[in-house]
């Protein structure tokens, strides 16, 4: 089992910045990467950001590319998310996730096997 806390989320206006951090804990060494997913009222889940660690490779939906940035420290098992110039557009709740498979696609949410509980991030115009 994984859990994952995430962190970080609040007010902001529009062009301003929030770090978000997700800590992982428990059998984290058989994750193969973690993604950021958010979720806006009334809309679906969508893909935001992931990271595999076997490459170290990193993906975005095209929505947040050049504004948005995952990274990770490993020694502290907690990955970053962070948002730049953000948008009213932005605003949902955030989740990071871990998946334990090498197969399937960084952006399904079918692929991820365990989720946090998420952080709300709303952008005022």
């Known amino acids: 089992q994984v859990q994952l806390v995430e962190s970080g989320g609040g007010l902001v206006q529009a062009g301003g910045s929030l770090r978000l951090s997700c800590a992982a804990s428990?059998?984290?060494?058989?994750?193969?990467?973690m993604g950021w997913f958010r979720q806006a009222p009334g809309k679906e889940r969508e893909f935001v950001a992931a990271i595999r660690w076997s490459t170290g490779s990193t993906y975005y939906a095209d929505s947040v590319k050049g504004r948005f940035t995952i990274s990770s420290d490993n020694t502290k098992n907690t990955v970053y998310l962070q948002t730049n110039s953000l948008k009213p557009e932005d605003t949902a709740v955030y989740y990071c996730?871990?998946?334990?498979?090498?197969?399937?696609?960084?952006?399904?949410?079918?692929?991820?096997?365990?989720w946090g509980q998420g952080t709300q991030v709303t952008v005022s115009s």
């Open positions: 996730a871990s998946r334990t498979r090498s197969t399937g696609s960084v952006t399904r949410v079918q692929d991820y096997d365990y």
């Open positions: 428990g059998r984290t060494s058989r994750s193969y990467g």
